[in-house]
C-alpha cells in the first residue's frame, strides 16, 4: 500500500479514539478504540495487515523517539517536582509494588518474558508500553508475548479511571466542606509567585523560543546527545534522554513542553503509537487470545500493587489516602486523563467558579506529577531496566 494511504488510515483510527475518548469525557480510553479498530479492520480484510509497515510511522518514532523523551523531561519544572516531593514517592511506591507482586505471582505462573511484557506498559504508558515493545520484537519473543504490552495498555484504564473518580471526589467533597480548600489555595499562588520571581541561569531569547524549527533543532539536538552518550556509559539512551530534558529545562537552555512550541508532538506520538499498534495489527486471532488471560491476570495483580503500594506511601507521608491512591493510580492511565480527571471532579464538586479554581489549584499538581512520574521518568526507567534484562 502507498504510504501516504496507510499513514491516513493509521491516523484515521487515531483521531476516531480520541473522538470517543473526548465525547466520553475520557471514560473510553482512546487507544481502546484506535487499536481495537484497526485490528479487527486487520482481520476481517478491510485493510491490510502491513499497514503500519507501510505508513512509515514506526520510521517516524525510529527518529523521535530519543527527542521525544527530552521533551518529557521539560514538561514539569524540577523545582515544581521537588514541591510535589510526596506524590513523587507514592507514585514511584505504587509501580514498584505494582511490578515486585508481578515478578512473584505471574513470573513463575506465565514466564519471565510475560513478566516485563506486562509489567512495563502497567507501571508506565504509551512510552514505556513502545519501548517494551520494541524490546520484545528485538530479543525474539514469540508474537503472543509481543503482542501483551498492547493489550495491557488498551485495558488498564478501564479499572482505573472509574476507581481514581470516586477517591477524587470523596477526596474533594471534604476538602471543600472542611473549610481547608481557600487556605491550600492562596499558599499555591504564593508558591507560584515566587516561583516566578526567580531566575534561571540562561535565558533564551523569545525569538528564538517562538521559532518552531530552532524548538525541533534543539530537541534533535537532545536526543542525538542522549544516543551518542548511550555507548559509552551503557545507559538506555531513553533514561538519558529523560533526564538531558529535565536538567535543560532547569538551567534553562529548553524552554518548557519542547516539542510542543515546535509543533512536532502530534508527529512523534502517531509514531509511538504506531510502534504499539504494529504487533497488534499483525497477530493472529489466536495470538489475542492466548494473550488474553496473561493480560488480565497481570492487571489484576498489578492494579493492586498500585493501590497498596500507594497506600502504604500516602500513610507514612501522613497524607490523605484519597489523593495518594489517587496519584498512585495515574501510572495505569497518565497524560492526559490525569488532567481530564481532575477538572471533571473539580466541575462537579465545585459550587462556583471560585471553588473550581481552587480545587484545581490543590489537585492538579500533585496529579500531574504523579502522572509525569510514573508514565515517563519511572516508567522508562522501569522498561529499560526490564528490557535489558531479556
Known amino acids: 500500500m502507498e504510504?501516504?494511504?496507510?499513514?491516513?488510515?493509521?491516523?484515521?483510527?487515531?483521531a476516531i479514539g480520541e473522538l470517543v475518548s473526548i465525547w466520553s469525557k475520557a471514560r473510553i480510553p482512546s487507544l481502546l478504540v484506535a487499536m481495537l479498530g484497526i485490528f479487527i479492520f486487520a482481520k476481517i480484510g478491510i485493510v491490510p495487515d502491513t499497514v503500519v509497515d507501510d505508513s512509515m510511522l514506526v520510521q517516524v518514532y525510529t527518529i523521535l523517539v530519543?527527542?521525544?523523551l527530552f521533551h518529557m523531561g521539560t514538561l514539569i519544572p524540577l523545582r515544581v517536582m521537588l514541591k510535589q516531593w510526596r506524590s513523587v514517592i507514592i507514585?514511584?511506591?505504587?509501580m514498584l509494588v505494582a511490578v515486585l507482586l508481578i515478578f512473584f505471582i505471574i513470573a513463575p505462573i506465565f514466564g519471565f518474558e510475560t513478566f516485563v511484557a506486562g509489567s512495563g506498559p502497567l507501571a508506565g504508558g504509551i512510552v514505556?508500553?513502545?519501548?517494551?515493545?520494541?524490546?520484545?520484537?528485538?530479543?525474539?519473543?514469540?508474537s503472543a508475548i509481543i503482542v501483551l504490552p498492547a493489550l495491557v495498555l488498551m485495558l488498564q484504564s478501564l479499572p482505573s479511571m472509574p476507581l481514581t473518580n470516586f477517591l477524587l471526589r470523596r477526596y474533594a467533597t471534604k476538602l471543600r466542606d472542611s473549610g481547608e480548600l481557600h487556605e491550600l489555595a492562596a499558599a499555591h499562588h504564593e508558591d507560584e509567585a515566587d516561583a516566578a520571581a526567580k531566575k534561571k541561569l540562561v535565558t533564551l531569547p523569545a525569538f528564538l523560543v517562538d521559532n518552531q524549527l530552532f524548538m525541533l533543532f534543539l530537541i534533535l539536538v537532545g536526543g542525538s546527545i542522549a544516543t551518542l552518550l548511550s555507548g559509552p556509559t551503557h545507559i538506555p539512551s531513553s533514561i538519558l534522554a529523560l533526564i538531558l530534558g529535565i536538567v535543560a529545562t532547569a538551567i534553562g537552555l529548553s524552554p518548557d513542553k519542547a516539542m510542543e512550541r515546535s509543533n512536532s508532538f502530534g508527529?512523534?506520538?502517531?509514531?509511538?503509537?504506531?510502534i504499539v499498534m504494529a504487533p497488534l495489527v499483525s497477530a493472529s486471532v489466536q495470538d489475542v487470545i492466548n494473550a488474553f488471560l496473561p493480560t488480565i491476570s497481570i492487571l489484576i495483580v498489578g492494579g493492586i500493587g498500585i493501590v497498596v503500594g500507594g497506600y502504604i506511601a500516602t500513610k507514612?507521608?501522613?497524607?490523605k489516602a484519597t489523593l495518594g491512591m489517587s496519584v498512585a493510580l495515574t501510572a495505569m492511565y497518565g497524560f492526559p486523563a490525569d488532567y481530564l480527571l481532575t477538572n471533571e471532579v473539580a466541575r462537579s464538586i465545585a459550587r462556583d467558579e471560585d471553588e473550581k479554581e481552587a480545587l484545581?489549584?490543590?489537585?492538579?499538581?500533585?496529579?500531574l506529577v504523579g502522572g509525569f512520574t510514573s508514565v515517563s521518568a519511572g516508567s522508562v526507567v522501569i522498561a529499560s531496566v526490564l528490557v535489558g534484562m531479556l
Open 3 to 14: 504510504g501516504i494511504y496507510a499513514a491516513a488510515i493509521v491516523l484515521g483510527f487515531i
Open 66 to 68: 530519543a527527542p521525544l
Open 91 to 94: 507514585a514511584v511506591s505504587g
Open 128 to 142: 514505556a508500553t513502545s519501548l517494551t515493545t520494541e524490546g520484545l520484537t528485538a530479543s525474539g519473543a514469540a
Open 267 to 274: 508527529i512523534a506520538m502517531s509514531g509511538v503509537i504506531a
Open 316 to 319: 507514612l507521608l501522613r497524607w
Open 360 to 367: 484545581l489549584n490543590v489537585m492538579l499538581p500533585p496529579m
